[in-house]
C-alpha cells in the first residue's frame, strides 16, 4: 500500500502560508479581536500567538498610542475601503512602517506591516540629492540635455531652455530643432566630433560652438556628455551639460588682442634698442663682432618672446625654445639634436634657458663642434621632483681649451643663468668637447 501524505485542514494551510511570509500580519474580526497572527508578527510584537489570539487589538496597541492608525481600521471595517498609512514605529522608534489595512469579506480586516526604514532613508537622500543638484544647476545656469540617439527624441531641462532664450517647455524635443539653432559654420565641426566620438566608442565627449538665440543674440557655450550603451555596446542615448562662455571667450579675445599689442611693442622696442645700439657702436668705433654679438642676443630674446606670445605668455615649450634660439646656427642636417619629454617653462625660465641656447649654439658655431663638418651637438633634458637637468654635449669639433679669462658669454651663463632659473650652471671644457649641465627650479 502507499502510505499516504496527511493533508492540512484549510486553516492550518492559512497559517502555513501566513507564517512563510515576510511581513507583519494579523487579521480582525468585527469586534476588533485578533482572530490571525503570523510569526512575523510575534517577531515584531515580541509576543506568542497563543497569548495573543482572541484579544481585542486595543490590548495590545493602545487607541491612544495611535489614534489614527484606529480610525483607519475603524473606517475600513465600516466602509470595506482598503487604506494605507506611512508611520514612524511606535514600538521600534526610529523604524518607518508601511501599514496596509484591508477588508476580509464581511469578517473583519487584515493588517500587514512593512518596515520601509532602509526604503524611505534612501527615498529622503534622494530627495536631498534632487535639491542639491537643482541649486547647483540653478545657481551656475548649467542646461541638461537627453538625447535619445536611434530616435532623435532629446530633452531639455528649463535651465537649458533658458540658455537658448526660449520660454520654459518651448522646445521642440527633436535633434533636428537643436541643430538648427547651431551657427552653421560650427555645425559641421560639432557633428564631425560626435561622429568621431561615436566611431571610436569614446564615453565622453567636450564641445565648444556658437548658437543664435531666439532673441537673436550670437552666444558661445560649452559643455560635456556621456553616452549610454546598450548590452550590445550600440550608443543609444547621449547625456550631457551645457554653459554659456560666452563672457570667457570675449576674455580670451581680449587677452589674445592684449598679447599680440604686447609683443608687437616688445619687438619694435627691440628694433629700436638694436638702432641704437648699431649707431652706438659704430659711431664709437666698436668691432664687428661685438655689435653681431648683441644683435644675435637681441635676436634670441625676441625668438624666446615669440614662442610666449604662441601660448599667451602662460608658459614656452621647452623644445619650441631650443629651437628657436639655435636654429640660426645650424642647417638642419642633424648636426644638432633635441632629446626630452614635452615640458612647459615658466616666461622667466624660458626667456633666460633662450638666451643660453644662443650662447652656446654662438660658440658651437664659432669655436666648438659646429665649426667642423664631423662635430655635433646633443641636447638632452629630463624633469623630475621639481627640477630641470639639461645637458648641451658637443663631440667631433676640434680640441677645446679652458679659456684664460672668462668672456661675457661664459659669465652670462654661470652667473646670469643660474640667477634667473633658481638653479646652477656647469661648464666643462673637456678636451673632445664641451658639456655644459643645467639644473633649474620648475614651478
Keep these: ?197 561615436l566611431a571610436t566608442g569614446a564615453e565622453h565627449v567636450t564641445f565648444e560652438f556658437r548658437i543664435l538665440r531666439a532673441d537673436g543674440a550670437i552666444r558661445w557655450l560649452g559643455g560635456a556628455a556621456q553616452f549610454v550603451r546598450s548590452e550590445d555596446g550600440r550608443p543609444v542615448r547621449m547625456v550631457g551639460t551645457n554653459v554659456d562662455i560666452t563672457d570667457r571667450k570675449v576674455a580670451e579675445a581680449h587677452q589674445r588682442l592684449l598679447i599680440n599689442e ?41 625668438a624666446a618672446h615669440n614662442v610666449l606670445t604662441r601660448q599667451s605668455w602662460e608658459a614656452g615649450a621647452i623644445a619650441h625654445i631650443i629651437e628657436e634660439a639655435t636654429a640660426p646656427h645650424h642647417a638642419g642636417d642633424g648636426r644638432l639634436t633635441l632629446s626630452g619629454p614635452g615640458l612647459d617653462l615658466e616666461p622667466k625660465t624660458a626667456v633666460a634657458l633662450g638666451l643660453a641656447m644662443h650662447e652656446l649654439a654662438t660658440n658651437a658655431v664659432k669655436h666648438g663642434a659646429l665649426s667642423e663638418r664631423d662635430g655635433r651637438v646633443q641636447i638632452t633634458w629630463t624633469a623630475g621632483e621639481g627640477v630641470l637637468r639639461l645637458t648641451w654635449r658637443e663631440s667631433g669639433g676640434p680640441p677645446v681649451r679652458v679659456p684664460a679669462v672668462r ?23 673637456r678636451a673632445d668637447g664641451l658639456v655644459c649641465t643645467v639644473e633649474a627650479a620648475l614651478t
Excluded: C
Aim: net charge negative; no cysteine.
Design 407 to 429: 668672456g661675457f658669454g661664459t659669465r652670462l651663463l654661470e652667473q646670469g643663468l643660474a640667477a634667473d632659473l633658481g638653479g646652477r650652471v656647469n661648464l666643462d671644457f
Design 262 to 302: 604686447l609683443n608687437h611693442r616688445v619687438k619694435n622696442t627691440l628694433a629700436i634698442v638694436q638702432g641704437i645700439a648699431w649707431q652706438s657702436f659704430r659711431m664709437g668705433g666698436v668691432p664687428a663682432e661685438v655689435r653681431h654679438a648683441f644683435e644675435g642676443r637681441l635676436a634670441a630674446l625676441s
Design 1 to 197: 500500500m502507499t502510505k499516504s501524505t496527511p493533508t492540512l485542514d484549510p486553516d492550518e494551510r492559512l497559517i502555513a502560508v501566513l507564517d512563510s511570509v515576510s511581513d507583519v500580519f494579523y487579521a480582525l474580526d468585527r469586534s476588533f479581536r485578533i482572530i490571525l497572527f503570523n510569526r512575523r508578527a510575534e517577531e515584531f510584537f515580541g509576543r506568542p500567538r497563543d497569548q495573543i489570539l482572541g484579544q481585542v487589538v486595543w490590548n495590545l496597541y493602545p487607541v491612544e498610542q495611535g489614534p489614527v492608525f484606529a480610525q483607519m481600521i475603524r473606517d475600513t471595517m465600516g466602509d470595506g475601503v482598503p487604506r494605507t498609512l506611512n508611520a514612524g514605529s511606535i514600538l521600534q522608534p526610529g523604524r518607518s512602517l508601511e501599514v496596509r489595512i484591508a477588508p476580509i469579506g464581511n469578517e473583519g480586516v487584515g493588517v500587514s506591516i512593512n518596515d520601509v526604514t532602509e526604503r524611505a532613508r534612501a527615498e529622503r537622500e534622494l530627495r536631498r540629492s534632487e535639491r542639491r543638484l537643482n541649486l547647483a544647476v540653478g545657481a551656475n545656469r548649467i542646461g541638461i540635455f537627453d538625447w535619445h540617439i536611434p530616435s532623435g527624441s532629446t530633452v531639455w531641462s528649463p535651465e537649458m531652455e533658458d540658455i537658448f532664450g526660449l520660454r520654459r517647455g518651448g522646445f521642440e524635443g527633436r535633434a533636428e530643432d537643436f541643430r538648427r539653432r547651431l551657427m552653421p559654420e560650427d555645425l559641421s565641426r560639432f557633428e564631425a566630433e560626435i561622429d568621431e566620438a
